[in-house]
């Protein structure tokens, strides 16, 4: 998942929480994003993210869908109330191809979806877009 992405907008003072329980995931994820110059915090569970997004809102949570203790569903559900378009941002990634799911995220206020697995490339691609608002 390494590469040049040669990002065309820069993120500084931006700030993304990644929330995923797989530490592959996250570390690939944190990587590919580490040189955009935005403040990058990782989670691994649902109520971390929660407290975290409370805490300092990030502009951008990547949030994996199924997670410990409180699944992404429920952590998009109590941030964003259904609210798309509005800070934070949220890019949900998933394992479940249904598209039942992503209608689910999608009335919760997502504000993009992606399956797993996808191309490092679409992800940083989505972030610009939702970074650049």
Do not use: C
């Not at 649902?46 to 699944?71: F, H």
């Not at 998009?76 to 039942?100: A, H």
């Not at 679409?122 to 939702?130: A, D, N, Y």
Request: charged share 25%; hydrophobic share 40%; glycine share 10%.
């Amino acid at each position: 998942m390494q590469g040049d992405y040669n990002l065309a907008i820069p993120f500084d003072g931006k700030s993304i929480l990644i929330v995923d329980d797989d530490p592959e995931i996250l570390e690939a994820i944190k990587l590919a994003l580490s040189e955009t110059g935005a403040d990058i915090a990782t989670a691994t569970d649902g109520n971390q993210a929660v407290d975290l997004v409370g805490e300092n809102p990030p502009d951008l949570l990547i949030l994996d869908a199924m997670l410990p203790k409180r699944s992404g569903f429920l952590v998009l559900e109590k941030i964003k109330g259904g609210k798309r378009g509005t800070k934070p941002y949220v890019i949900m990634i998933t394992g479940n191809q249904g598209q039942r799911h992503k209608t689910w995220a999608e009335s919760l206020g997502v504000d993009d979806y992606l399956n797993k697995p996808f191309r490092m490339e679409k992800l940083i691609s989505t972030t610009e877009k939702l970074l650049s608002r």
